[in-house]
């Protein structure tokens, strides 16, 4: 048995249409073909592969949902909960840097010791803390 590499994020939230604003664009991901699944969402993806699938939570509709995913609950569905964070490899610091300024997202910067790494932290609309790594900066 083993494990290769991480296929996706899921992210559940009542704030769809923000989080797809969020990840396209502030992150720069696209929407991409999504199953017909029986609630709402949103894939996004970076190039051709979907790394992050948006879960549309509607209160007044949860059967869909309840049935393809199970039962959660709606209560502590902000933040990133049990999980840190989730960390994506970036190019571009400064551009990036700049867009963040630009579009008015909140960001702070940190800068690994001894490894020349540099991040960025942002929060999503939902408070999933989001890491940028730039290796070589």
């Known amino acids: 048995m083993s494990i290769n590499t991480l ?3 899921s992210i559940r939230t009542f704030e769809l249409e923000a ?3 969020f990840y396209t664009e502030i992150m ?3 929407v991409g073909p999504r199953p017909n699944f029986p609630f709402p969402g949103v894939w996004l993806y970076k190039g051709g592969t ?3 699938h948006v879960v549309g939570i509607d209160p007044n509709d949860k059967e869909g949902l309840h049935d393809y995913l199970g039962d959660k609950g709606l209560d502590g569905q902000a933040g990133t909960g049990t999980i840190d964070h989730v960390a994506f490899v970036g190019t ?3 551009g990036l ?3 963040f300024t630009s579009t008015g997202t909140s960001f702070r ?3 690994v010791p001894s490894m020349n790494l540099k991040q960025i ?3 999503d609309p939902n408070g999933v803390t989001i890491e940028l790594n730039f290796p070589g900066s």
């Open 7 to 9: 296929d996706h994020v």
């Open 92 to 94: 571009d610091i400064d």
């Open 50 to 52: 979907a790394v992050i």
């Open 109 to 111: 910067e940190r800068t």
């Open 19 to 21: 989080t797809r604003r």
């Open 97 to 99: 840097r700049d867009h």
């Open 121 to 123: 932290f942002l929060e």
């Open 28 to 30: 720069g991901l696209e």
